[in-house]
């Protein structure tokens, strides 16, 4: 007889992968006017890895995909969901490409754009997944090369981003079991759309007849009112899928929230309580790689030792949307690719 509860989902494979190219603050500040000292104290990040010409989206993801697979100790999944904002290209979506790379056969596959909190829309779209009876395992991806939509000459969003990918297989379990997602929380407000944003090239801004130009293709944000919007929502969210889980907030050992300024990563730690010990940080690395940044960041945390089997997890993010989230998962015992 069937169960009368949708499976839960149960995380059972992690990778990740970053481009080899490391791009130091010094090398920034040689031509952009900014400096090491500035981006360090204002954010925490020390370097970033960018795409070499000619790499795209769907590269960086393939990477990090198989290498989930191989810590799932599989080379199939029944369905494949990408988080992204930076596809390969406008039309059509990455997904299908990448499952075909992979050899997964005419499986399920779509991009899901959330901007930053994109990974954790992908999750709860896998969840569904799982729980509607489509796939018995599913991979997500979070991938994204903003090094493609920076603006060279803008030193507010050039010194934050960096390119990767990274991935989880989920797949059909119980809510008892070492790696078992949830609950998930996720939420939206379209009313601060223009405070992160590509301006031009979607169908309120196309290319401009007559010439090949877009008047504004860069991504753009407002830093300072998305600062404070990203600390209460990734807190509030946080705060909300502990006490469901039945942990608390004083129950989490581990905070890994999506890495975009230090400074907010320990404003978010101190509104919830959480001593800054309990929140991983993993920018000063990587900076700010957008849908790849909560895989990336639990696959760091994973392979230094920062988390262990049976640890008590909270995810969150905050992206253009507006839009954030949180997870909370019990660590299992995988070894992150
Ligand atoms: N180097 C030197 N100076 C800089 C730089 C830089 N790289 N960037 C900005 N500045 C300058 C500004 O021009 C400004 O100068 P002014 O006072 O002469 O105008 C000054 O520094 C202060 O700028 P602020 O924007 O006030 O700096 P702030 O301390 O707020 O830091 C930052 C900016 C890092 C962007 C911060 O606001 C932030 O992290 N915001 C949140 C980002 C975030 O959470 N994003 C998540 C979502 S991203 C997504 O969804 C894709």
């Not at 989902?9 to 000292?37: A, F, H, K």
């Amino acid at each position: 007889m069937a169960s009368a509860h949708p499976p839960t989902p149960v995380l059972c494979g992690l990778g990740g992968w970053l481009p080899p190219r490391i791009v130091t603050n010094e090398e920034l500040s040689r031509g952009l006017d900014t400096s090491d000292t500035w981006i360090r104290t204002r954010t925490g990040i020390g370097r970033r890895h960018v795409a070499e010409p000619g790499t795209a989206t769907s590269d960086l993801a393939v990477e990090a995909a198989r290498r989930a697979l191989k810590s799932a100790g599989t080379d199939h999944a029944d369905a494949l969901i990408l988080a992204t904002t930076t596809p390969d290209r406008p039309c059509p979506a990455t997904a299908p490409l990448i499952a075909a790379e992979l050899g997964l056969g005419t499986v399920p596959a779509l991009d899901v754009g959330a901007v930053c909190t994109g990974f954790l829309y992908a999750l709860a779209t896998g969840a569904g997944f799982l729980a509607a009876g489509l796939a018995g395992t599913v991979l997500v991806v979070g991938a994204d090369t903003y090094s493609r939509i920076l603006d060279p000459a803008d030193r507010s969003t050039r010194a934050l981003f960096g390119d990767g990918a990274g991935a989880v297989v989920l797949r059909a379990g119980t809510a008892d079991e070492p790696g078992a997602l949830g609950p998930l929380v996720l939420a939206s407000d379209g009313t601060g759309a223009d405070l992160i944003r590509v301006p031009s090239g979607g169908s309120r801004d196309p290319v401009r007849p007559g010439t090949a130009h877009l008047s504004d293709p860069y991504f753009r944000m407002e830093g300072k009112k998305v600062f404070r919007n990203a600390v209460e929502r990734m807190a509030a969210a946080s705060r909300q899928v502990a006490e469901r889980r039945g942990w608390g907030v004083e129950g989490i050992d581990l905070l890994v929230a999506h890495q975009a300024n230090v400074r907010i990563l320990y404003a978010v730690a101190d509104l919830l309580g959480l001593p800054r010990s309990r929140c991983h940080v993993h920018l000063d690395r990587v900076g700010n790689t957008a849908a790849a940044s909560v895989p990336l960041a639990l696959a760091d945390a994973a392979a230094g030792g920062a988390l262990r089997p049976g640890d008590r997890v909270v995810t969150c993010a905050f992206g253009g949307g507006l839009t954030w989230g949180a997870a909370a998962l019990n660590w299992p015992g995988i070894s992150p690719h």
